[in-house]
C-alpha cells in the first residue's frame, strides 16, 4: 500500500505564494507518476499538475502554466507544489495523487477527464483571500 499526505495549505492575500507538499511512504515503488488535483467548492475536481517520479517530466494545466511548479524530492519522496502569484480562483483544496502508470498514459487518462488515480491524498485546504 502507498499512503500520501499533505501538508502547507492555508490563508495567502491574493498574489501571493504557498508551497504545498506530499509525502509518500509505503510500496512507493510502485508509484510512477505523481500529481496534484483540486477541487474548488461546488465544482468538480480539476487537474492541476503531474510529474513523472524519477521528475524528469512535469505537466500542467493552462490555468497554472507559469505560476505553479511541481518538483520532486527522491531522496524524501516528496512531492511539492509551489503556488506563486495566487488569485481567489485558486482556491480549493488540493490532493496529491500517485498513479502506477507511467506519466504518459495517466495523462491521457486525465484529457479525457478520467482521474482514477491509484492512490490519492486526504487533501488540503488552500484558501486565496484577502
Known amino acids: 500500500q502507498v499512503q500520501l499526505v499533505e501538508s502547507g495549505g492555508g490563508l495567502v492575500q491574493p498574489g501571493g505564494s504557498l508551497r504545498l507538499s506530499c509525502a509518500a511512504s509505503?510500496?512507493?515503488?510502485?508509484?510512477?507518476?505523481m500529481a496534484w488535483f483540486r477541487q474548488a467548492p461546488g465544482k468538480e475536481r480539476e487537474f492541476v499538475a503531474a510529474?513523472?517520479?524519477?521528475?524528469?517530466?512535469?505537466y500542467y494545466a493552462d490555468s497554472v502554466k507559469g505560476r505553479f511548479t511541481i518538483s520532486r524530492d527522491n531522496a524524501k519522496n516528496t512531492v511539492t507544489l509551489q503556488m506563486n502569484s495566487l488569485n481567489p480562483e485558486d482556491t480549493a483544496v488540493y490532493y496529491c495523487?500517485?498513479?502506477?502508470?507511467?506519466?504518459?498514459?495517466?495523462?491521457?487518462?486525465?484529457?479525457?477527464?478520467?482521474?482514477?488515480?491509484?492512490?490519492w491524498g486526504k487533501g488540503t485546504l488552500v484558501t486565496v483571500s484577502s
Open positions: 495523487a500517485g498513479d502506477r502508470q507511467g506519466m504518459g498514459g495517466m495523462l491521457a487518462r486525465v484529457r479525457r477527464g478520467d482521474y482514477g488515480m491509484d492512490y
Open positions: 509505503g510500496s512507493t515503488f510502485v508509484i510512477n507518476a
Open positions: 510529474i513523472s517520479w524519477s521528475g524528469s517530466g512535469t
